[in-house]
């Protein structure tokens, strides 16, 4: 026996033999959600309906199921299900003491099955009724582990972790922890989480690792950790997708990346031992691309696209609206965060220069001035700069220019805005660059 990986996705529920194979276990019932193992057997949340949709008297009618497989053969062998009452927008489960605990967001509520009665009970964490049902709260990761049952509610936006007495269900404490959350791990002995909508990793003390995209999905293990990354789409689109396996060292850095087309969204990755006899009677999963020290091709991982509309909308007020290829300045220091990742010590930037003449920016990660680039006359650049020594985390990289120009006095066009320069790409590498 050796370690292997489940990856619950949209369409499918891939195995992975934790080398270079994968291989289809499931289809048909997805999306995949939830993940959780007890004793010998492996327990999958599926939502039994792959096209989501925001409209709520559609989710409303929602009806989730469990699916519960050998964990040596991979073997189907049983389904389980509430009788009274429905698992609704089913996301994450856990197991722990003969219990199966289910997030059901569409309710904020928790559904609870005891293993040995296979009896359901549902607690609502929250005391507001009228917020029953609404998806208020939208809880989509549960812990129980000893004394504690921990909560992710990932509140469509700032998100919370909340702590609950295992004795009497009390809230204990609560604390902030990313945006649009989904998972709980450690990072050390801090909580930490996917901050899926800040394509970020963090945790409560400030740490944070960039993975682009929308990560959901970690597996933490002695040798190696993999994060599950999906390209960002509404929720009609998502099951048309494909997503990224990335590996990293126990360190975090940077090892390899799994494109596994087709799948939709990976929502949930699980640590199993696998028996290669039972796990090679699987049909393998077709057009895994494997790339090892490159970023894969869908989502690179270490590039930010100002052209791009999410990137810096925080920021908006030194900088104009996005242009698809580019982005200019509107002040004379224009800044945006990045974060930087183990490992990374070059910054690349791609710039395009307006003016039709004698023009320079100056390139800072917080006050440190790092390059510059100069023009004698319109055109664009690309250059790379050393990042300076221990520079790691959440840092501000900014662009310095003289002063700011305008096209319709410069050029004669019509267009007055005050710009400095267009910034095309900010990239992140390693002494030799990657993706």
């Not at 219990?99 to 005391?127: G, H, N, Q």
């Amino acid at each position: 026996m050796r370690n292997g990986y489940l990856f619950a996705t949209t369409n499918f529920l891939v195995g992975f033999d934790g080398t270079d194979r994968f291989y289809e276990v499931h289809s048909g019932q997805g999306l995949y959600y939830g993940l959780a193992a007890h004793g010998d057997a492996i327990y999958v949340g599926c939502r039994n309906q792959i096209e989501g949709t925001h409209d709520p008297s559609i989710r409303a009618g929602e009806a989730g199921s469990i699916l519960v497989f050998n964990s040596t053969t991979l073997d189907l062998v049983d389904e389980l299900r509430p009788l009274a009452f429905n698992l609704r927008d089913l996301h994450g489960i856990g197991c722990a003491e003969g219990r199966l605990w289910v997030t059901c967001s569409f309710d904020d509520a928790v559904a609870i099955c005891d293993l040995k009665t296979r009896e359901w009970t549902r607690w609502y964490p929250m005391p507001s009724e009228p917020a029953r049902g609404c998806d208020t709260y939208h809880f989509n990761t549960v812990q129980s582990t000893g004394n504690r049952i921990r909560l992710l509610a990932h509140q469509n936006g700032p998100s919370h972790l909340l702590d609950y007495d295992a004795s009497s269900w009390d809230l204990v404490r609560s604390a902030s922890l990313g945006h649009q959350a989904h998972d709980i791990i450690l990072h050390g002995e801090s909580p930490a989480t996917c901050s899926s909508g800040e394509g970020l990793l963090v945790d409560v003390d400030g740490w944070a690792l960039r993975t682009g995209g929308f990560p959901r999905g970690i597996s933490i293990s002695d040798d190696r950790i993999l994060v599950g990354i999906s390209q960002i789409a509404v929720r009609e689109e998502r099951h048309r997708t494909s997503a990224i396996v990335r590996e990293f060292d126990t360190g975090w850095r940077f090892v390899s990346d799994f494109l596994l087309r087709n799948v939709g969204m990976i929502l949930s990755i699980l640590p199993f031992p696998i028996d290669d006899r039972s796990i090679e009677r699987l049909a393998p999963f077709p057009g895994v691309e494997h790339t090892v020290d490159q970023f894969n091709r869908v989502l690179p991982g270490n590039v930010y696209a100002l052209g791009e509309r999410p990137v810096i909308a925080s920021l908006a007020p030194e900088w104009h609206m996005p242009e698809v290829t580019h982005r200019w300045t509107a002040a004379r220091e224009a800044r945006f965060e990045v974060v930087i990742n183990p490992d990374e010590n070059m910054l690349a930037v791609e710039v395009l220069n307006g003016f039709p003449g004698s023009y320079h920016v100056s390139v800072f990660i917080d006050d440190r001035e790092i390059g510059s680039v100069q023009w004698r006359e319109a055109g664009q650049d690309c250059r790379a700069f050393p990042i300076p020594p221990g520079t790691l985390g959440r840092k501000h990289v900014s662009f310095r220019v003289p002063h700011l120009w305008q096209p319709s006095l410069w050029l004669g066009t019509a267009d007055e805005r005050k710009l400095g320069i267009g910034i095309m790409k900010v990239s992140l590498h390693r002494s030799k660059p990657m993706g």
